[in-house]
C-alpha cells in the first residue's frame, strides 16, 4: 500500500502504539489501514454417496477439480457466501448444514471456511467459473486433478468421517513453502 485511500496521502509503514504488528499509517489524516486475510468460503455438496466437484474455468489451476468456493463478500455470513459460490459456480441452490473444515496458508494470508450442504437435487450445470461439474463417490475421485490442498484436506476428512459415523470439524494448514 502506498496511498491512504480515505485521503489519497502516502502512507507508512510503522508500528502504532499499543498495538503488536507493523500497520500502514497515514499522518495526514491518521488512519490506520488494518490488513487481514481473505476470507475463503465453500461447500463440500453431498448427495447420497457422491460428492460434487466443479473443473476450474479459471486461473489458478484452470482444469483441475475443486470443491465450489471462493472469496466471501462484505456484507454476507460465511454460511451464505459459501452456498453463494455453489450457486455461482454449479447453477444449484444448497442447503448449508454444518462448518466441516477451518484450513488456514498463512503465506497467502487466506482462511478457508468449508462446510457439508445438502443438494435438493441433481439439476446442476456448470457455471461461467466451471468447465463442467460432476458427482463423485470416494472411489474415482481424481485426486492427482484436485486443483487446492484445501480441497483435498476436506474430501480425506470427509471420508474418513464417513467411515467412524462421526462428523467432527477439521482444521488444517498449509505448511510447505509456495
Not at 454460511?79 to 444449484?92: H, W
Not at 446442476?124 to 463442467?132: D, P, Q, R, T
Not at 472411489?139 to 490442498?149: G, Q, R, T, V, Y
Request: aromatic share 10%; net charge negative.
Amino acid at each position: 500500500m502506498k496511498f491512504c485511500s480515505n485521503c489519497g496521502h502516502a502512507v507508512l509503514l510503522k508500528r502504532i502504539e499499543g498495538d503488536t504488528h507493523p500497520r500502514f499509517f497515514c499522518e495526514e489524516c491518521k488512519t490506520i489501514h488494518y490488513q487481514n486475510p481473505n476470507m475463503v468460503v465453500g461447500c463440500l455438496p453431498i448427495w447420497e454417496d457422491k460428492i460434487m466437484l466443479c473443473r476450474r474455468a479459471i486461473e489458478p489451476r484452470k482444469g483441475f477439480w475443486n470443491l465450489p468456493g471462493g472469496y466471501l463478500e462484505n456484507g454476507e455470513t460465511a454460511e451464505e457466501g459459501a452456498a453463494r459460490e455453489v450457486q455461482e459456480e454449479a447453477g444449484i441452490r444448497v442447503a448449508v448444514l454444518s462448518l466441516h473444515t477451518v484450513f488456514s496458508i498463512p503465506k497467502i494470508n487466506q482462511v478457508y471456511l468449508h462446510f457439508l450442504a445438502a443438494m435438493p437435487d441433481l439439476n446442476y450445470k456448470a457455471g461461467v467459473e466451471s468447465l463442467e461439474v460432476q458427482m463423485f463417490t470416494e472411489a474415482n475421485i481424481p485426486w492427482d486433478e484436485i486443483a487446492f490442498s484445501s480441497s483435498t484436506f476436506s474430501l480425506e476428512n470427509y471420508f474418513a468421517d464417513n467411515k467412524t459415523g462421526q462428523r467432527r470439524v477439521h482444521l488444517g494448514k498449509y505448511t510447505r513453502s509456495i
